[in-house]
Each structure stands twice: as structure tokens, then as C-alpha cells.
């Protein structure tokens, strides 16, 4: 019965520790959401410049809806860092 307790009580521990962003980062998570910001960065720049060499407005519109989606990822990454 102790065990079931402590098993169970050491999940809720886990699972409430990642749903809360810490106070303070490790240099890896940094480097890391350094990299994911660049990625989306440099995604949504490119898929800016494919929509302004399209011709077609439906995939045009398209092109821009997934540019915005790679700068709202940017957004996130920074607001979480804020």
C-alpha cells in the first residue's frame, strides 16, 4: 500500500514539475530553444520569400498561412522565455 502511494505520488511530482517552466533554464535548454527559434526563424523567412515569387494566389495563400504559423512558433518560443 506504501509503495502504490509513493509511485503514485511521485507521478503527480513529475508530471506537475513539466507542466511549469522553471525560474531559471540550463544552458542546454537554452542552446536548444536557440536552435528551435532559428529553425522557425529562418523557416518563416523563406516561405516569405516563396510567396512573393508566386503567381498563383491560392497557393500563395497557402505559402503565407504556413510562413505565419513557423513566426507564431517564434513568438511562442519567446513569451515562454519572457
Known sequence: MNI???INHNKRERNDFMNNVPNMIS???LAYLSDLFEMHFVTSKKYESYANKI????IKNKIIEIGKKHANYCQKIITLLS
Open 55 to 58: 503567381n498563383n494566389q491560392e
Open 4 to 6: 502504490i502511494f509513493f
Open 27 to 29: 544552458t542546454k535548454d
